[in-house]
């Protein structure tokens, strides 16, 4: 494609409390469902604290009363209590989990299908804009990582916040100074923590943004394999794949040598109030300033105070974290898309287009005042020396883009005021890089008309060339083509994407050099499953050999952006110089052999 790369704009990034708010927006079709998840959650927290406090009754029983006139009935209740709480706990903790990743994988099924439908509208410069390792990072691991916080932290989170607050609440009422001793250490854990993790934000874009250049490097490496292999390249050698898997290692090695110390302090002080609650305690109750039943119960849950911290914490860092992520995913969400009108107009031929000039996005004008018609059923080529626009022209007329000046019509409406789906539904397009999915010859057939009958698919393949090469495979049209369609030939493959267009029936067909780069047999076969496609269709063909174009019904020669002559391919040659070259060069290149070649 011609002049696809353009300098991305640089967004503000938003405030830290408008991608919280974008969070909850998120999360606001399971509001009802997540907030039970997290009542529970605490509820079941909660519900932990009553076996200790059952031994606390019965420690406190039992110094009172005289040795074994205990109340056994008692005792047993309060047994029972613990039995039931302890069962409640999980009951409670088993139903906020369940609920919570019934919330998180609804919201990501919708996150995701927001995605698919928004890259279907993004036009194609995003994707010349953006590199694929990105897009598959924000899709893939960005989206996942939000069921992981939503799933888990969200509740997690809740019963960590509230938990605490309870339990000091419990601690104090019972003895405030053996309260003071249990959370004396949390304090210092929390602003070695607060000041230890200071940037953490920043050192998490940077790690998500190595984490991304590294996937596009690795898809580039791996789409790349025949040519490293050919020239005999190792890892090392593809720098750019070497080099990014380098950084995200020593960025991650710089992030944990530099928390080392502030996460070793914090998790000390979680349970390092021992070393305060057992002197101090042991004191009190050897002065008698407290019973030993109170003295045992801030052993078992005194200790254990800080663990809550610890989730509290890790809730934190992932809300950091998912707010990054967060933005990423609300970036590509917000990305210029195709305007599609209130009230679509009418869509049919011909194609028309009106001073049309396009610029990608912050470069130089491409195209500049550039007037066509295409005519219904006629066969038009365009051609040019490379970098001409033509291209970018034929991929304007099924508005891959909009102009950025003058307009490009479908009969009586401008292709702004139609839907896409009705301009669609007009064209069927065949490309120099053909993409076929992993999937059978038969689904891939019918991806343009999933309703097409096998007996119209077996007759569209004949007349494209492909139903013999078919019918050897495995499985015949049951046949799974591999990614990209790994298992057939370039020739086959282009076949293949020629009786999809056929069979899609759309009555214009666009090609782009599809001939190109295929062997000679080949062309051949494609060269005659075009001819298929012609009867009763409008063609309009980027052509790379102009003796595929001659029997045109209209040549638009190209140049510099510009359409600079039109005719017959007789009336070019005879009275165009760059037509001339064009063809003289084309035909010196039919008898290029290499130089020593016998």
């Not at 998180?104 to 010349?128: E, H, Q, T, V």
């Not at 943004?209 to 490496?221: I, L, R, T």
């Not at 076949?495 to 666009?510: G, V, Y």
């Amino acid at each position: 494609m011609e002049n696809t790369k353009s300098p991305k704009g640089s967004a503000a990034q938003p405030s830290q409390m408008r991608r919280l708010w974008d969070m909850i927006i998120l999360a606001k079709p399971e509001k009802g469902r997540l907030a039970l998840s997290g009542l529970l959650a605490i509820a079941g927290e909660l519900l932990g604290l009553v076996p200790f406090l059952v031994i606390y009754m019965v420690i406190a029983e039992w110094s009172r009363a005289p040795a074994g006139l205990m109340d056994q009935a008692q005792i047993y209740l309060w047994v029972a209590y613990a039995g039931v709480a302890v069962v409640g706990k999980h009951l409670c903790l088993c139903i906020s989990t369940c609920l919570s990743h019934v919330s998180a994988f609804n919201i990501l099924y919708n996150l995701r299908m927001a995605l698919a439908r928004k890259l279907r509208r993004i036009p194609l410069g995003y994707f010349s804009r953006e590199n694929s390792g990105q897009i598959k990072k924000i899709i893939s691991e960005d989206v996942e990582q939000l069921e992981i916080f939503l799933a888990h932290q969200v509740p997690d989170f809740l019963s960590a916040f509230f938990y605490p607050l309870v339990t000091m609440v419990v601690l104090f009422v019972i003895d405030w100074r053996l309260a003071l001793a249990a959370i004396l250490v949390i304090p210092l854990g929390l602003s070695v923590q607060v000041f230890g993790f200071r940037g953490s934000a920043e050192a998490s874009r940077q790690w998500n943004e190595s984490k991304g250049a590294m996937n596009a490097a690795m898809v580039e490496y791996i789409q790349g394999m025949p040519v490293i292999k050919a020239f005999n390249h190792t890892v090392k050698s593809f720098s750019k794949y070497f080099n990014s898997v380098t950084g995200c290692f020593n960025l991650e090695n710089q992030m944990g040598k530099r928390w080392f110390f502030p996460m070793a302090v914090f998790t000390v002080s979680l349970t390092g109030n021992l070393l305060f609650l057992l002197p101090v305690g042991s004191w009190l109750y050897s002065a008698g300033l407290v019973s030993l039943q109170k003295f045992v119960f801030f052993l078992l849950v005194g200790i254990g105070i800080g663990n809550p911290t610890w989730l509290l914490m890790q809730a934190g860092r992932y809300t950091e974290q998912n707010l990054e992520i967060l933005a990423r995913i609300n970036d590509l969400l917000a990305s210029q898309e195709l305007e599609e009108p209130a009230q679509p107009g009418v869509a049919e031929e011909p194609v028309r287009g009106q001073g049309v000039g396009f610029a990608y996005e912050g470069d130089r004008l491409v195209l500049r005042g550039v007037d066509f018609e295409v005519p219904a059923g006629k066969f038009i080529a365009v051609v040019g020396p490379s970098g001409a626009g033509k291209t970018t022209l034929i991929r304007l007329i099924p508005r891959y883009w909009d102009v950025t000046r003058g307009a490009i019509y479908l009969g009586p409406s401008d292709l702004r005021d139609l839907g896409m789906d009705q301009v669609m539904d007009k064209f069927s397009p065949i490309f120099q890089q053909v993409h076929l999915f992993n999937d059978t010859v038969r689904a891939n057939l019918k991806i343009g008309r999933p309703g097409a009958s096998d007996r119209e698919m077996i007759e569209v393949a004949k007349k494209a060339q492909c139903h013999d090469f078919i019918m050897n495979l495995p499985q015949g049209y049951d046949t799974v083509v591999g990614e990209r369609g790994a298992r057939i030939s370039g020739g086959e493959k282009q076949r293949l994407s020629i009786a999809r267009a056929l069979l899609k029936d759309a009555p214009i067909l666009i090609l782009d050099e599809a001939t190109a780069y295929i062997d000679p047999e080949n062309e051949n076969l494609v060269q005659s499953a075009i001819n298929a496609m012609v009867a009763h269709k409008t063609l309009i063909v980027i052509a790379h050999h102009l003796s595929t174009v001659v029997n045109a019904d209209e040549i638009w020669l190209m140049d510099q952006g510009e359409i600079v002559a039109r005719g017959t391919h007789q009336r070019l040659l005879a009275d165009n110089a760059l037509y001339q070259h064009l063809w003289n060069t084309h035909l010196a290149s039919q008898g290029w052999v290499l130089e020593g070649a016998k």
